[in-house]
């Protein structure tokens, strides 16, 4: 069935550093992706999507590109800040359903 | 986009009991989802919860395990019964919502966080 495999974490940077969080996935069809954002006691929040190949997803300066030919949605940032200190889910969407990586806990340190 | 509240928002509970976990959402919706997220690890779907019909459970959840409730198209609950510490897990209700686009965006509450001792 359809998966998503995202790096492992944690993940430290110090402030102002690049961030890239690798994202795969596998699916017979073809889905939309999505970067979903926890932050410490919060619920699930959506940070970006893009729905066919190609696209690039934006919000609050993360970036991620559907890659069909690789596969891949990997998320990135230019410099990071303390307050984007969360755990970051790759996720796709399969019909109604919503398939999710392990997700990956990003610490930024000041 | 819609705002979930669940309640309760954390519990402690003892083995063998079984809690009740409420879902309210701020507009009528026609999709409502439960996932549990087990310490470390990824959501996963538990069932969907349909209004006016049962429940449509996934691989490895059943009905007698994980009663849900759909009486109307803003609230829902799920139970989590007969608990052992195997089920201490935050337990999402998530929403979905038309993005007017080819698909359409889930929304998720907060979570009610479940210790089982």
């Known amino acids: 069935g359809d998966s998503v495999t995202q790096m492992e974490g944690p993940v430290t940077l110090s402030e102002e550093a690049f961030l890239t969080i690798n994202c795969t996935y596998t699916a017979t069809g073809y889905p939309s992706l999505f970067w979903y954002v926890q932050y410490p006691g919060e619920g699930l929040q959506l940070l970006l999507k893009?729905?066919?190949?190609?696209d690039k997803g934006s919000n609050k300066g993360f970036e991620a590109t559907y890659r069909k030919e690789t596969t891949s949605f990997h998320l990135e940032k230019g410099s990071v800040q303390v307050s984007d200190s969360a755990v970051y889910f790759c996720a796709l969407s399969e019909g109604d359903k919503i398939i999710f990586g392990k997700g990956t806990r990003l610490h930024i340190l000041p | 986009s819609a705002v979930i509240s669940q309640k309760p928002s954390r519990d402690i509970c003892q083995r063998g009991t079984s809690l009740t976990i409420q879902c309210q959402v701020d507009?009528?919706?026609?999709?409502m989802f439960w996932y549990r997220q087990q310490p470390g690890q990824s959501l996963t779907l538990i069932a969907t919860?349909?209004?006016?019909?049962?429940?449509?459970?996934e691989s490895g959840f059943v009905i007698d395990k994980f009663p849900i409730s759909r009486p109307n198209l803003t609230f829902s609950t799920l139970t989590v019964s007969n608990m052992s510490p195997e089920d201490s897990s935050i337990y999402l209700c998530?929403?979905?919502?038309?993005?007017?686009?080819?698909?359409?965006?889930?929304?998720f509450g907060p979570g009610t966080r479940l210790t089982v001792l």
């Open positions: 998530s929403v979905e919502v038309g993005g007017g686009e080819s698909y359409n965006e889930q929304f």
């Open positions: 919860a349909n209004q006016g019909s049962e429940a449509t459970y």
């Open positions: 893009a729905t066919k190949a190609d």
């Open positions: 507009s009528q919706v026609t999709m």
